[in-house]
């Protein structure tokens, strides 16, 4: 079992033991792909981890970007956690019902506007509900409470900041799509994308990061995952996948190993794939 965190990763134990204190919050940051028939919401409102809020990553978002649920201004991630009773001083743990995957894009929302005590849920909803632990379907108690949100540029990146460091080779990027997406052999679930990716890129499915009961994998088997895809860790990283989701696993895998100079390509495949003018590669690399 992987060692618990409150900055990155806890366990179900964890959270059953801290879910009462007063200044703990819980987020539910459940996702689905376009296209699947499941609906996150109603799932929420059905039944979710008590206290739980439900963070809209498609509503917590850029409106004025054509790319889906881009990361959003400072005031709006403030105002829409004020609306959710979540702010300064609150120890925060997402989670979703995949196991582990949208939540990690919640942890980096937090992480990019400033809030440290963010962590995921390990193995999520899930692993919760197969431990007997207690779910309710009730709406949680808002109080409002002030957030204080101070952007960390570092942690994500633009088109042409990638750009450049595909050009210049000085950072590794680390694509977190299926190998056949990277490949260009399966078809994108986005519209109107061109097949391949982002030249002198690494291919790292994001399932390769966790165990079968999708936990995330302890840091010396997080190690040589990274080192088996090709990954050299003595650069810095740039996390990609389809939509600026499931490359935020990648970053909360490197963060799990100790390595701090990573940042999440917020604008991923559904922006790179569209523009015609950006070189891109098939294949296997």
Known sequence: MAQDDPGTLVSTD?????????????????????GDPRDAKAEYAAAHIPGARYFDIDDIADARSDLPHMAPPVEKFMSRLRALGVGDGHQVVVYDTL??????RVWWLFRLMGHA?????DGGFPKWL??????EDLPPVIRDRHMT???????????????????????????ARSSGRFAGAEQEPWPGLRP?????????????????????????????VFDKAGVDLTKPAITSCGSGVTACVVSLALERIGKKDWSVYDGSW????????????????
Do not use: C
């Not at 949100?149 to 694509?175: F, P």
């Open 196 to 224: 391949g990716h982002i030249p002198g890129s690494k291919n790292l499915p994001f399932p390769d990061l966790l165990n079968e009961d999708k936990t995330m994998k302890d840091p010396e088997e997080l190690r040589a």
């Open 130 to 135: 197969a431990e007997g632990r207690v779910v």
């Open 149 to 175: 949100a101070r952007r960390q540029n570092q942690l994500v990146k633009d088109v042409t900041q990638v750009s450049a460091a595909a050009k210049l080779g000085d950072h590794e990027i680390i694509d």
């Open 14 to 34: 964890w959270l059953a033991a801290h879910l009462k204190d007063p200044d703990l919050r819980v987020i539910d940051g459940t996702w689905y792909m376009p």
């Open 117 to 121: 005590d963010v962590a995921v849920l």
């Open 99 to 104: 196991g582990l995957q949208t939540a990690a």
């Open 270 to 285: 559904t922006e790179w794939g569209a523009f015609p003018t950006l070189p891109v590669e098939t294949g296997d690399i």
